[in-house]
């Protein structure tokens, strides 16, 4: 009898919008649709016979608090209540060091313009969110294939160690980004030859 998987993806909110961004600048994304084009996807990479059962997605993405009040509000009020989905997103925080001249090397700290503070922000902890997720959910028999949307090689460790404990990892990204995560995961998903599959159709 043909197993059943059940397939959970983790998904890098801003590696995929930049890197869906740079391929077409006016793609929107269908995310209530996503999650169950690479659940079908997974399953055929894995094994075709089987059943590929979406278990859910997790995504995770930061935001900043004072130009990005509306991608709060679209992850909480509309992204975390489509079926299986959550959304982690975390404020960026100030970066400690100012910018330097590369001539002198002195810190610029304002604009010499606007005078606005020159440090910008950073994302921070999301990358360990994601990698804790992906392993503790495993340890937790949640899921069979874990789909990761992302190009990011920070994630290969927590790859390796899955892999090592027979858990199958699909990497899902835009070739030729990523090719390290890629080749430590069982598989992988180019997102740019099924986009046509979740696009977000006009109303």
């Known amino acids: 009898m043909p197993k059943d998987y059940r397939v959970h993806v983790f998904a890098d909110f801003w590696n ?16 209530r649709r996503l999650p169950k084009i690479l659940t079908r996807e997974a399953g055929v990479l894995v094994d075709p016979g089987a059943l590929s059962i979406y278990s859910g997605m997790n995504v995770y993405g930061s935001y900043n608090k004072t130009t990005e009040a509306s991608l709060l509000r679209w992850a909480t009020n509309t992204l975390d209540s489509f079926p299986g989905v959550n959304a982690y997103f975390k404020p960026r925080t100030k970066k400690k ?52 949307i992302s190009a990011d090689q920070d994630f290969v460790p927590a790859t390796e160690y899955l ?21 430590k995961c069982w598989g992988s998903i180019d997102l740019a030859l099924h986009r046509a599959d979740f696009q977000l159709k006009a109303s």
């Open 16 to 31: 995929y919008t930049l890197s869906m961004r740079q391929l077409d600048p006016n793609f929107k994304t269908d995310w």
């Open 97 to 148: 060091s100012f910018p330097s001249c590369p001539t002198c090397h002195s810190s610029v700290e304002h604009c010499p313009a606007c005078g606005v503070d020159m440090r910008g922000t950073e994302e921070k902890g999301i990358d360990t969110r994601i990698a804790t997720d992906i392993v503790s959910l495993a340890w937790e028999h949640a899921y069979d294939i874990a789909v990761l």
């Open 163 to 183: 892999q090592n404990k027979g858990i199958k990892v699909i990497q899902a990204g835009f070739p030729p980004n990523g090719m390290l995560l890629k080749q």
